[in-house]
């Protein structure tokens, strides 16, 4: 167990370095300016998300992922399929409710509409769409399609809220999308896929199994964008200093914070773990041996989660925000600074790792981690440099996720089913708890400084939907290179047939 732990603080190292690195440098010139003490915070921060991201990747693979697998594959193999879909629905609805991700992007809102609203209306959407994908896996249906026809609802939506004039929904809608497949949800979504699609087999069982969280990433956008058009309350957001601040003493606030995360955290694995043992007693009867090795492993993700979610927090938060409206003074520079910035973060998302693991095991290596990160890393990289070019210059996001959407639906056409499944599930885990954390309030601090405070809810927001969004592009494209080289190696073959065929007739 330890070996296997050691493996996982290894890579965990080589994703968390980088950024630390990039913040390191950025200290050393005339751009930023942190004090000591906040520098020593995000030091400590970084070894402590670490340690947390060693701990949840561990726990995933000796609990999250197995009890996914086990109830997807355990209900399939039941035949009932009520069953199957009611506990769909409610797991989705449950673990949303509690996801650390949803709960800081709220906490960065202040909404004169009941803020409860908000989440529950997002778990509402999560478990409705998460019961669409079971079905689309019973019944082997294409991923494509269905999200070609919920995207073209989503763009009616937004000519609606346009319309209407209520924008700040918008911006909220699409980042509500991409916070709600965080490190909890998304490992427990993407197994539930592999059981399922497992127990039905097939020939294309592989590629069956994805689509679940792209799915769930679209079912908030909408219920978000319906809320907008039917609520009557309006939003405002006003920049609490405290928030962004490293505290005085930091050791009260390290110790609060981590009991808060505690709570959240809890809440959510108690609700996991206590359907899957109910669902073990009732139908799934699975060894002692498994049930002990996932009660272990759900150990291991609670601390983790606990030590990742307090340090990015405490650690990554404020000193994000400092970076942004520090640098922002030297406007031009915040698009370079982002896009390098993003390319590196999402190395430290926990579940792409988890993601990228599973693709390479369903794939058989075709796709592997190394290409799925490199096309994930520039995909967030874009998406932050272009989101510090709107917060620059003020516009719109639908300049961008307009255009960025009807791209990543067009490519859909001309690439093989399982590279749009795979792109649109990486743009769920792409926005994970370090975008929320550390590039939101960056964005935050940068559009203080560049706009003011009231263009925060338009500007900054909805840099997690740009998140999201440009994996899909970059993926597929991934995909649409392996169609054409394909294609070149296939008329190259038929070149050297005809070749020696043309050989042999002359020699004859």
């Not at 449950?94 to 996801?99: D, G, K, Q, Y």
């Not at 954390?437 to 009231?454: D, M, R, V």
Request: proline share 4%; glycine share 10%; with cysteine.
């Amino acid at each position: 167990m330890f070996r296997l732990l050691w493996n996982k603080i290894k890579e965990a190292i080589i994703s968390v370095l980088p950024v630390v690195a990039i913040v390191l440098i950025l200290c050393a010139t005339p751009l930023v300016d942190l004090s000591a003490k906040e520098i020593a915070v995000f030091v400590v921060s970084a070894a402590l998300l670490i340690l947390g991201i060693g701990l949840f990747n561990l726990g995933a693979d000796l609990a999250m992922s197995p009890m996914g697998e086990y109830i997807g594959s355990g209900l399939t193999k039941s035949k009932k399929m009520s069953v199957l879909l009611v506990v769909s629905f409610a797991m989705g609805m449950l673990i949303t409710v509690a996801e650390p991700d949803l709960s800081v992007l709220a906490s960065q809102i202040s909404q004169k509409v009941n803020p409860t609203l908000l989440i529950v209306s997002v778990a509402v959407g999560v478990g409705a769409f998460l019961l669409i994908g079971v079905l689309k896996i019973l019944f082997k249906k294409s991923v494509s399609s269905m999200l070609l026809f919920f995207y073209m609802t989503m763009f009616a939506l937004v000519a609606l809220l346009a319309e209407s004039g209520n924008f700040d929904f918008l911006a909220l809608g699409f980042d509500s999308g991409g916070v709600t497949t965080g490190p909890i949800t998304a490992p427990f979504i993407i197994a539930v896929g592999v059981g399922i699609a497992g127990s039905i087999g097939g020939r294309n069982s592989g590629e069956n199994s994805f689509g679940l969280l792209a799915l769930c990433s679209i079912g908030p956008i909408l219920v978000v964008m319906l809320l907008g058009l039917t609520g009557s309350g309006s939003m405002d957001y006003a920049v609490n200093p405290d928030t962004y601040a490293v505290k005085d003493n930091i050791f009260a606030e390290f110790f609060a914070e981590m009991w808060q995360v505690v709570k959240e955290v809890g809440l959510a694995l108690i609700l996991i773990y206590a359907a899957f043992n109910i669902l073990q007693l009732v139908c799934l009867k699975l060894p002692a041996a498994r049930t002990k090795r996932i009660a272990v492993g759900m150990g291991f993700t609670f601390v983790g989660l606990v030590i990742f979610l307090t340090a990015v927090s405490v650690g990554f938060l404020p000193i994000g925000f400092k970076l942004g409206e520090q640098i922002a003074r030297k406007s031009w520079v915040l698009v370079p600074i982002g896009l390098v910035l993003g390319m590196l973060v999402v190395l430290a998302e926990p579940a792409v790792h988890v993601l990228n693991k599973q693709v390479e095991e369903v794939t058989n290596r075709a796709i592997t981690k190394k290409s799925m990160m490199i096309a994930l890393s520039l995909g967030v990289g874009v998406s932050i440099g272009l989101s510090m070019l709107r917060i620059w210059l003020d516009f719109s996001i639908l300049y961008y996720v307009i255009p960025g959407y009807i791209i990543s639906l067009g490519l859909s056409f001309f690439v093989p089913p399982i590279y749009t499944a795979i792109a649109f599930d990486s743009g769920g885990v792409a926005s994970g708890p370090l975008t929320s954390t550390f590039i939101l309030p960056f964005a935050i601090g940068a559009c203080l400084t560049c706009q003011g405070e009231s263009k925060i809810l338009t500007d900054a927001f909805g840099i997690v939907a740009m998140v999201a969004m440009t994996p899909l592009i970059t993926i597929q494209l991934l995909g649409f290179r392996a169609v054409v080289a394909r294609s070149v190696r296939r008329k190259v073959a038929q070149h050297r047939i005809i070749s020696a065929d043309y050989g042999q007739i002359i020699n004859f």
